[in-house]
């Protein structure tokens, strides 16, 4: 069974800086696109930030210029660089990715258990 295992979310003072990592566990094929979501209480669920397999990104509006995703192919394991952090930013982050279990099967999403990031003073 393909799972997502994330960490790195915590409290954090408003400027501050934290770093997420989601891993892929099990067997597969080949990895798409990763990318970051975020849900706050009584809000959808908004994209944060993807990056494809030959590393295009694409972020959020209101993350552009402080938050960076990265991917490591060879260990399966995206990241969220998160700088200037603001209390806006808290919220329950997913990891997201677009999983081959074999050459002849289509792609499909997988989804992590979700991290909390709370940023407060």
């Known amino acids: 069974q393909v799972q997502l295992v994330e960490s790195g979310g915590g409290l954090v003072q408003p400027g501050g800086s934290l770093r997420l990592s989601c891993a892929v566990s099990?067997?597969?094929?080949?990895?798409?696109?990763m990318g970051w979501y975020r849900q706050a209480p009584g809000k959808e669920r908004d994209l944060v930030a993807t990056?494809?397999?030959?590393?295009?990104?694409n972020y959020a509006d209101s993350v552009k210029g402080r938050f960076t995703i990265s991917r490591d192919n060879a260990k399966n394991t995206v990241y969220l660089q998160m700088n200037s952090l603001k209390p806006e930013d808290t919220a329950t982050y997913y990891c997201?990715?677009?999983?081959?279990?074999?050459?002849?099967?289509?792609?499909?999403?997988?989804w992590g258990q979700g991290t909390q990031v709370t940023v407060s003073s």
């Open positions: 997201n990715a677009g999983v081959v279990r074999s050459r002849w099967s289509p792609p499909y999403d997988v």
């Open positions: 099990g067997t597969i094929f080949s990895i798409n696109v």
């Open positions: 990056i494809a397999t030959g590393g295009i990104t």
